[in-house]
Each structure stands twice: as C-alpha cells, then as structure tokens.
C-alpha cells in the first residue's frame, strides 16, 4: 500500500501553472545534468524541449504580475512541491556526491 500524500494546499491557477512549469523546468535540467547522464541523445532532447517549458515558467510569473499576485507565497508553493515530489525532481540537478556514479572506466571525447 503507497504511504499517504498530504493533500495539495490550494493555489491560484497561476501559482498551479508556476508549480507545473518550475517542476517541468527542473525534471528536464535533472536529464540534462553531465554528472548522471549516460547518452548525449537525451540530453539533446530535454535541452530543446526545455525552451518551451522554460517559457510556460515564464508565461505563469507574468500572468501572476499581472494578475496583481506580486509576492510569492514560497511556503504555501514549498508545500505544493514536498507534495508533487519535488525535493526528489530537483536532487537530480546537483552535482552526485563523491563516487556515485564513478565506477565506469573514462570514455574518449
């Protein structure tokens, strides 16, 4: 049985659309990332597809601006992310630490 998730706090669409775009945004940087990759064709692929997500991220804080939504409730949206996975999404854009992922010989390039 999967553990019980606290339920999403509520959002405005345009704090929903952030959360979707940030989240979308860091699974792509995650792919890219050298230091757990392991083919140049999948990085390639979440590199273009990152233009249009980085843009829907965009298009979401404009519309909050403009919308009059000028502070950011970062622990209601920290929240939302702990919810959606988040903390997991984003490790995968750090650096792993010393020896993970090291064991394979050198490649040429």
Known sequence: MLPE?????????AE????????AVVDLVGRINPAR????????RAAQALVSRATEL???????????EAEVHAATLARALRTLDGERRAARVAVPPP???????PTGG
């Open 99 to 105: 020896g993970v992922g090291e064991g394979a010989p």
């Open 58 to 68: 965009r298009d979401a804080l404009t519309l909050m601006h403009q919308r009059g």
């Open 5 to 13: 998730l606290p339920p999403l706090p509520a959002l405005t669409r």
């Open 16 to 23: 929903g659309e952030l959360i979707d775009a940030y989240l």
């Open 37 to 44: 990759a392991e083919h140049t064709y999948g990085g390639l």
